[in-house]
């Protein structure tokens, strides 16, 4: 079964750090560019920002509200994706997402069931 | 950056009705890269289509896409109970990469 599994959630205060951590299953990992997306309440969707497969350099991109304070990574030999949050801010308050996409990364084609962070002092 | 708009916010129909959602560029998507993801609360968004025009694995026919440039449209035919849902247009560019979504229309009862 394909599987996304996100984790590391929870409460922390502005200006705090996170790490949420994705598990895959179920897919060949080491070939597919993984990437986050956020979803504040009640509100759409965010693209937070996108990894290459290590293939063609595994270099990553941001958006430009988390450029700088975001980090994306990942093990391919542990099929894991992170997406490490420094200086939180309360508007990153959101459910993360973490995702695979084909189509030449155009389009989402497996999501995992999200993971609320909350910044609030 | 390329803006999305979704209309109508909200849709409100009856099963066996067809839905016509239609999603605004504010410049040309490169590539016909626009996709389309059906959302219901509290869960993970769904993909349906990708390119524009091609739907996802085990997608229902009922479901189509068409556009190209900049405006696009899903649509619903005859509405089953569980296409009650919100529905967000997707595209990507490459230069600079990233995403950006359109903010949503709610299809309802």
């Known amino acids: 079964e394909v599987q996304l599994v996100e984790s590391g959630g929870g409460l922390v205060k502005p200006g705090g750090s996170l790490r949420l951590s994705c598990a895959a299953s179920?897919?060949?990992?080491?070939?597919?560019?993984m990437s986050w997306v956020r979803q504040p309440p009640g509100k759409g969707l965010e693209w937070v920002g996108r990894?290459?497969?290590?293939?063609?350099?595994?270099?990553?991109d941001y958006a430009a509200p988390v450029k700088g304070r975001f980090t994306i990574s990942r093990d391919d030999s542990q099929k894991m994706v992170y997406l490490q949050m420094n200086s939180l801010k309360t508007e990153d308050t959101a459910v993360y997402y973490c995702?695979?996409?084909?189509?030449?990364?155009?389009?989402?084609?497996?999501w995992g069931q999200g993971v609320l962070v909350t910044v609030s002092s | 950056e390329i803006v999305l708009t979704q209309s109508p916010g909200t849709l409100s129909l009856s099963p066996g009705e067809r839905a016509t959602l239609s999603c605004r560029a504010s410049?040309?998507?490169?590539?016909?890269?626009l996709a389309w993801y059906q959302q219901k609360p509290g869960q993970a968004p769904r993909l349906l289509i990708f390119?524009?025009?091609n739907r996802a694995t085990s997608i229902p026919d009922r479901f189509s896409g068409s556009g190209s440039g900049t405006d696009f449209t899903l649509t619903i035919n005859r509405l089953e109970p569980e296409d009650f849902a919100v529905y967000y247009c997707?595209?990507?560019?490459?230069?600079?990469?990233?995403?950006?979504f359109g903010q949503g229309t709610k299809v309802d009862i």
């Open positions: 995702i695979s996409t084909f189509h030449s990364d155009s389009s989402a084609n497996r």
């Open positions: 179920g897919f060949t990992f080491s070939g597919v560019w």
């Open positions: 990894i290459k497969s290590n293939s063609i350099g595994g270099t990553s």
């Open positions: 410049q040309s998507v490169s590539n016909n890269y």
């Open positions: 390119g524009a025009s």
């Open positions: 997707q595209q990507s560019t490459t230069s600079p990469p990233t995403w950006t």
